[in-house]
């Protein structure tokens, strides 16, 4: 029984550095989603500000954090059929 103990403790004591790589190698990155209804060069100064903001906190872009900017606005059209009843078909 004491070999037993010996050998599953050298393996023990084999495997350990590198679950310890394993874990420290990992690193975690945060997606955020922005939904807005002007393009990106029209809200650059909010835009500008929020990344700010989020290094001040210690999140870095490309590092450990991704913005990804969605504008809802496709054109000058866009605002005229982005209204509530726009949904309403007519067709019969």
């Known amino acids: ?3 037993r103990e010996v ?3 050298l393996g023990g004591v084999a495997a ?3 679950a310890t790589r394993a874990q420290q190698a990992r ?8 939904l807005e209804t002007l393009p990106a060069a029209r809200n650059a ?6 990344r700010k903001g989020l290094r001040d906190l210690g999140y870095i872009e490309r590092q450990n954090l991704i913005l990804e ?3 809802a606005m496709v ?13 309403i078909s ?3």
Request: net charge positive; proline share 7%.
């Open 16 to 18: 350990w550095p590198l």
């Open 7 to 9: 050998i599953a403790l």
């Open 69 to 71: 900017y969605r504008s």
């Open 27 to 34: 690193k975690r990155v945060y997606r955020i989603g922005i």
């Open 45 to 50: 100064t909010n835009l500008e500000a929020l």
């Open 90 to 92: 007519t067709s019969i």
């Open 1 to 3: 029984m004491r070999r």
């Open 75 to 87: 054109g000058p059209i866009a605002s005229r059929t982005s209204s509530p009843n726009s949904c």
